[in-house]
């Protein structure tokens, strides 16, 4: 499985924030790779340098093979917490998608 991380302008994609995404991925959907081609990551500020609630935005596309790819969202109010929302998120999808394909 396949792991693409991207930022927009607002936040700064280093290395370090790279590795954290990952760890996080791998603690929330971890059960889940084994059924995913690829994991798309992308992380948002809508209001960069000004503050904000929930202006922080983790966009998090799924492919499993042989399906349409699908993604789940979350804003909050930093980085972190986006990301846990947009994995619980992604996990119901995850977890419906495979019940489907196991014909529950």
Do not use: W
């Not at 991925?25 to 690829?38: K, N, S, V």
């Amino acid at each position: 499985m396949q792991i693409q991380f991207n930022t927009d302008s607002n936040i700064q994609g280093n290395e370090m924030l790279e590795e954290r995404v990952n760890a996080m991925l791998e603690q929330h959907l971890g059960r889940f790779f084994p059924h995913l081609t690829l994991l798309k990551v992308h992380l948002s500020d809508s209001n960069g340098a000004k503050d904000g609630d929930y202006d922080k935005q983790c966009a998090i596309e799924a492919r499993m093979e042989h399906e349409e790819p699908f993604a789940a969202t979350h804003a909050d109010e930093d980085v972190a917490k986006a990301i846990t929302g947009a994995c619980n998120k992604l996990k119901r999808l995850l977890d419906s998608r495979i019940e489907k394909r196991r014909g529950y």
